[in-house]
């Protein structure tokens, strides 16, 4: 009895000690070689110990993982919190105040606008007043307004505050600029806008910056991976010069990370000239559309905010097809909390998702927040072959909508304030590296409450094909079509559909940790 004992001990412990291999994988260690070279044997060891496997839900080792500590992956679960510490509140709680000094001083002594012409008299005003919806650019109010947003959340995400706790000070700041950082009264719109969506670009930028971000490195990579990361987030980057990240060099990884792939779009954007016209007359205008991936869908973990999230943007260089500029649409989810489970080889995934939705197209301008569930799920055919599936229902409880007619009644609006329902749908069949064919469906369901009454139905649809010519580029198609059915009280119903096509070459950067294609 005892001896069967001693064999299972020593089981526990020879399976406790396998799952504390990769404890501290990533250490540089002094006597192991220069850190370039031991920074890339860690590289190709986790590569091959940790690497997603067709068909499965994750690598096939991550038995080895501390999961307390790390992912799948063999990267961090958290910030390492001896070197990203929680700064005192009073230091996020000044540079919100630092950043809206800046933006009013550059209003009113560099572009001498009116309205950043502030005094005690027009801050008692706004204090007295009551809040209006603004009338700004729609362009300011749904892309503008959020980005000021991302610079509030990450004065705070920056200094060793999580997602939530960073989103008090994106609410402050927003709050500090309507009341003090303009002399025109506090708008609601911006008061719910910029923190909520400035929230979701801000974890998104955070996030992305960390990926390129390793202190373990030193030199022209350090300079490079500083610079970029900077750019992508200047608060940050701004934050680790005056916390002297900027130039400190760490023998381990302090950043948490997921697998990212990067898709890029370029080619043609043909646009037809009349509604419902297919390969009709129109113009041709180049494109590029740019698409974020972060994080395994299918990854069983447990989910915090943004952990998986996807961002695509599309741009033109013609304004026939946009209203406002050469940004076609903005689009993307982020997960806020949710589960994965497994049922036989079905991989499902299940959660609550924060939406930013921006379009500015020849027929309807859109912004929207949204809230919803959402389910995603793949369905391995064969080894390389899988089926990609989510689908979204939300609550939008707040959007822009543009009206196409005569400006409201205070004669300065082109849009209205909409709150509605949206419901997406993706699907893609993938045949591994060789092709792969989509079909995505997005519908909006919008009510004015603020503006000329009535409402507007949305409906954008986009199948894709694109098959491999060389290593990861690919050719591609893609059937781009929308129909709106406005209806407006003072107004005649308008009902139109458009088709565009486009033609393009992908590249495809797939982080070798995050096999299967479904971009």
Known sequence: MRSVFTFILLLFLTLGAQAQIITAPDSIKAGKGTRKQQLDKIKARKNRLFTDSLGGSEPANAVLLDTTLFNKYGDLLHDDPEYNPRQPLWKPAAQVLGINAVFMGFNRYVAKADYGYVSPSTWKRNLRSEPEWDTDEFGINFIGHPYQGTLYFNAARAQGYSYWQSLPFAVGGSLTWEYFGENTLPSYNDMIYTP????????????VSSNILDDRTTGRERAVREIAAGLINPVRGL??????????????????????????????????RNQDDVFGAGYNN?????????????????????????????????????????????????????RNNQVGKLDLLTGFFQYYDYWNTRNFDLGALGFGGGLFARYPLSRQVNLYTNAHLGVIPLAGNSTRFAPDENGLRDYVYTTGLHGKLETTLSLGKYASAAFVYYHYWLKTFEGLEGSNSIGIVRPRLTVQVFKNVSLGYEHFGYTTNRRLEAFPIQRSTITDQKIFLQLFLQDPQRKGRYN
């Open 196 to 207: 909520l969506n400035g929230a979701f670009l801000g974890e998104v930028l955070y996030r």
């Open 286 to 338: 180049a494109m590029l559309n740019v698409q974020l991936d972060y994080g395994n869908p299918f990854e069983l973990q447990k989910r915090k905010p943004f952990d998986l999230f996807r961002l695509r943007a599309e741009f033109s260089e013609s304004k026939q097809d946009t209203v406002s500029g050469i940004i076609n649409n903005i689009t993307g989810y982020g997960v806020l909390l949710g």
């Open 239 to 272: 934050n680790r010069l005056l916390q002297g990240k900027t130039f400190q060099v760490t023998n381990k990884e302090v950043y948490e990370k997921e697998p990212i792939n990067v898709t890029l779009f370029a080619g043609v954007h043909r646009q037809n």
